[in-house]
C-alpha cells in the first residue's frame, strides 16, 4: 500500500515507486490510498494502479473549529483505513507524507510494517509521526529532520531518469513547434503556473527572439500571456500545461522554474541547468531543496521578490548565450542527480516484505 496523496509532490514518487517494484517482483501488487481532495483521483488510475479512497484530514496550521475536530476526524479515517488494509491484504505501508500518509502510519501502527519517504529537505509533521513507527526510513536529502533516515534521492519515473535528451532533442523541439538549433529555455512554475514568473519572462518575448533565443513556456491552465513574435526569430511558445515533461525537458538547453522536491529532483536528473525561484509561501522548503544543486555549480537561485523582466535579462539571458557554461552546469546538475532511487527503495521494501 502506497500513501501519497494530495500533491503530485507526494503522489510521483509513489507511483515510481510502485513502477519499481512491479519490475523487480512482476508478481506483487500494488495499491494507492488516497482522497477525493488530491489529484490521485486523476493520476493513479492513468498509470494503471487501484485507488482506495478515505476521508482527508487535513492539518489545521491556525487554532480553529477544524482543530477541535481532528481527532474525531483522524479516528474515522483510522478506521476505515485499517478496514481497507485488512481487504486488500497489505504485506507493507509506504508512506510520503501528507494528509493521505498520516491515517496511514496510525492505522498501520503495530500491525503491519511502515516504511516512510520524505522528499523535501525539511520533514513535515506526518512524517514525522510515521518514522517513530516506521521499520525503515528514506529521504531526499541529508538533515530532512528525520536522523535514522537513509539519504536516496526521490524515486522518479523511468520515462525522466532514462531520458536521453540528445536523442529526443529534434522530434521535442518539432513536437511543440520550437527552432530545431536556438538555445531553448523551458519556463513553467508548477501544475498551476506561476505568477510572477510569467509577469518576469513574457515580456521579454521579443528581446529573446532577437537574441536567438526560443522559449517555451507553461503558464498554467488558470492563467494567460500575450507575446510578441519576431518573424523569422526562434519562436515564444505558450502553453497552458505541459502534458509531456519529458519531451519538454529534452526540448530545452535550460530551465526556469519554482524548486519543489520533484522538480529539482528530475531537472538534475536529466542534466537542465536551471535558475530556481522557491516559492515564497510555507516554511522556506524550496530553498533548501535547491540549494544543493546551486551548491553544485548546477542551477542559480533567485528569490521570488527579485523575479522581474531585468532579472531575467541580466541573469538568464546570458546563461542561455554561453554554451560553454550550460555545459559545465549541465554536467554539475546532473552530478547531484540519484537517477536509481526509485530502484533502490523499491528493494528496500521488498526487503522488508520478505524479513
Known amino acids: 500500500m502506497v500513501a501519497g496523496g494530495g500533491t503530485a509532490g507526494h503522489i510521483e514518487p509513489a507511483l515510481a515507486l510502485a513502477d519499481a517494484v512491479m519490475r523487480a517482483r512482476p508478481d506483487a501488487r500494488v495499491v494507492a490510498l488516497g482522497t477525493e481532495r488530491g489529484l490521485e483521483g486523476k493520476l493513479v488510475p492513468a498509470r494503471g494502479y487501484p485507488l482506495e479512497m478515505i476521508p482527508p484530514v487535513p492539518m489545521p496550521r491556525k487554532p480553529t473549529l477544524d482543530l477541535l475536530k481532528l481527532p474525531l476526524n483522524v479516528r474515522g479515517a483510522i478506521k476505515q483505513t485499517r478496514a481497507v488494509l485488512s481487504r486488500v491484504g497489505a504485506d507493507v505501508v509506504v508512506g510520503f507524507g501528507g494528509y493521505v500518509a498520516l491515517p496511514a502510519y496510525l492505522a498501520a501502527r503495530g500491525r503491519i510494517p511502515i516504511v516512510v519517504h520524505e522528499a523535501n529537505a525539511r520533514a513535515g509533521l506526518a512524517n514525522k509521526v ?151 509561501h510555507g516554511n522556506g522548503e524550496q530553498a533548501l531543496n535547491g540549494q544543493p544543486v546551486v551548491n553544485a555549480g548546477g542551477a542559480l537561485m533567485v528569490t521570488d521578490e527579485e523575479l522581474s523582466p531585468e532579472k531575467v535579462r541580466d541573469v538568464v539571458m546570458p546563461m542561455l548565450g554561453s554554451p560553454q557554461r550550460l555545459q559545465a552546469m549541465s554536467a554539475a546538475a546532473q552530478g547531484t542527480g540519484h537517477r536509481a532511487a526509485a530502484d533502490v527503495l523499491a528493494r528496500m521494501v521488498l526487503d522488508v516484505v520478505g524479513k
Open 130 to 280: 510515521g518514522a517513530r513507527f516506521a521499520v525503515k526510513v528514506a529521504a531526499a536529502v541529508p538533515d530532512s529532520g528525520l536522523s535514522s533516515a537513509e539519504v536516496i534521492g526521490i524515486p522518479l519515473r523511468a520515462s525522466i531518469t532514462e531520458l536521453n535528451r540528445a536523442a529526443l532533442r529534434e522530434e521535442a523541439r518539432r513536437f511543440f513547434g520550437l527552432h530545431p538549433t536556438a538555445p531553448t529555455l523551458l519556463v513553467f512554475g508548477g501544475s498551476q503556473g506561476a505568477r510572477s514568473i510569467n509577469n518576469a519572462v513574457a515580456p521579454l518575448a521579443s528581446e529573446f527572439a532577437m537574441a536567438g533565443i526560443g522559449v517555451l513556456h507553461a503558464h498554467g491552465p488558470k492563467n494567460t500571456v500575450a507575446v510578441q513574435q519576431i518573424p523569422g526569430a526562434p519562436p515564444y511558445v505558450p502553453v497552458p500545461y505541459l502534458e509531456r515533461m519529458d519531451l519538454a525537458y529534452a526540448a530545452a538547453d535550460a530551465v526556469l522554474c519554482r524548486s519543489g522536491a520533484m522538480t529539482v529532483a528530475e531537472v538534475s536528473a536529466v542534466g537542465l541547468p536551471a535558475v530556481f525561484v522557491p516559492l515564497p
